[in-house]
């Protein structure tokens, strides 16, 4: 990663995996979502979602394209209102800004977010006539809680920072990678076992006296 690469262009870099600098809506569905778990119909719709509502920003000057590339040197401009103020407008990582999502709606625990104290933050970062920014606002928050709550309904915090500074995804790939390896281990360590009971019957079977005059394979 270049050292001047701001963590709103590290953020967004994962979808970009032959580098580029442009992300196309079938890098954002496959090298994207569904490289980390999310199901078909939710990375279909975030493909296509993400990249027209992107595109155009990240192209400033450029004629529209049908293919709605994002460019990723230019995803600063796609910064959108009515959200948490974490990135500012050139991309960078606003600590400030980041802890004040838990000290003004962390309520329940206080390094993690319920659905409803999500939802409190998402009212609450509302600018008046924004509508199109709380529609995004929105779809970023629940889909990010959808994928990476915990088992008692919560948004960690060191999940949230994960996701601005960019290693969210990489670390959910990574994981979702060593889940399928473990799926196939198991597999075919359950195949062996199926299979040896039958190797053991074909063995008894050659010691019968009458098994001389069989054609057993």
């Given at each position: 990663?270049?050292?001047?690469?701001?963590?709103?262009?590290?953020?967004?870099?994962?979808?970009?995996?032959?580098?580029?600098?442009?992300?196309?809506?079938?890098?954002?569905?496959?090298?994207?979502?569904?490289?980390?778990?999310?199901?078909?119909?939710?990375?279909?719709?975030?493909?296509?979602?993400?990249?027209?509502?992107?595109?155009?920003?990240?192209?400033?000057?450029?004629?529209?394209?049908?293919?709605?590339?994002?460019?990723?040197?230019?995803?600063?401009?796609?910064?959108?209102?009515?959200?948490?103020?974490?990135?500012?407008?050139?991309?960078?990582?606003?600590?400030?800004?980041?802890?004040?999502?838990?000290?003004?709606?962390?309520?329940?625990?206080?390094?993690?977010?319920?659905?409803?104290?999500?939802m409190a933050m998402l009212k609450a970062n509302r600018e008046p006539q924004d509508y199109k920014g709380w529609i995004i606002s929105w779809t970023e928050w629940k889909t990010l809680y959808c994928l990476c709550k915990d088992n008692n309904g919560l948004l960690r915090k060191e999940t949230i920072r994960a996701v601005y500074d960019g290693s969210l995804f990489e670390h959910m790939e990574r994981e979702r990678a060593a889940t399928i390896k473990k799926s196939l281990q198991s597999r075919d360590r359950h195949c062996v076992i199926q299979f040896q009971p039958k190797i053991k019957l074909y063995q008894d079977m050659s010691l019968l006296p009458w098994s001389s005059s069989l054609n057993l394979v």
């Open positions: 990663m270049p050292t001047d690469q701001n963590v709103l262009k590290k953020h967004v870099a994962f979808f970009d995996r032959n580098h580029d600098g442009l992300v196309y809506p079938w890098e954002t569905f496959k090298a994207g979502f569904r490289a980390i778990g999310a199901g078909y119909f939710l990375s279909m719709a975030g493909a296509i979602f993400i990249n027209v509502a992107l595109s155009g920003k990240t192209r400033p000057g450029k004629f529209p394209s049908l293919l709605f590339p994002i460019e990723v040197k230019n995803i600063h401009l796609a910064k959108h209102g009515s959200d948490s103020g974490v990135y500012d407008s050139e991309g960078r990582f606003v600590r400030l800004k980041f802890e004040e999502i838990f000290i003004k709606f962390a309520r329940t625990h206080a390094s993690a977010l319920t659905s409803d104290e999500l």
